[in-house]
Nanobody, 123 residues
Framework: QVQLVESGGGLVQPGESLRLSCAASGPIYSIATMGWYRQVPGKERELVANVLSTVKTIYADSVKGRFTASRDNPKNMLYLQMNNLQPDDTGVYYC?????????????????WGQGTRVTVSS
């Protein structure tokens, strides 16, 4: 069974930084894309950053210039460096792995989510 586990969330003050990590484990053959999404109460989950390839990452406009997503493909790890955090960045951050081929996803690629890690930015 493929699992995603996020870590690194916490409570910080405006202007501070956090680094989130996501570890994908299980009988994985390959993962096409990995990304970060954010959700706040009463709103839909929204894209923060998605690493589409080694040369292409897309970001939400609200985080451009402040957040940097990166992957370590051999380790099936995803990171999100968040700088100059603001109260509007508060939410639960979820890791997503798309286009996953594993022993459980042979005929059709799977899509997986982690349980989320909470980030709170408040003074």
């Amino acid at each position: 069974q493929v699992q995603l586990v996020e870590s690194g969330g916490g409570l910080v003050q405006p202007g501070e930084s956090l680094r989130l990590s996501c570890a994908a484990s299980g009988p994985i053959y390959s993962i096409a894309t990995m990304g970060w999404y954010r959700q706040v109460p009463g709103k839909e989950r929204e894209l923060v950053a998605n690493v589409l390839s080694t040369v292409k990452t897309i970001y939400a406009d609200s985080v451009k210039g402040r957040f940097t997503a990166s992957r370590d493909n051999p380790k099936n790890m995803l990171y999100l460096q968040m700088n100059n955090l603001q109260p509007d960045d508060t939410g639960v951050y979820y890791c997503n792995a798309g286009g996953v081929y594993s022993s459980a996803d042979i005929d059709r690629p799977g899509n997986y989510w982690g349980q989320g890690t909470r980030v709170t930015v408040s003074s």
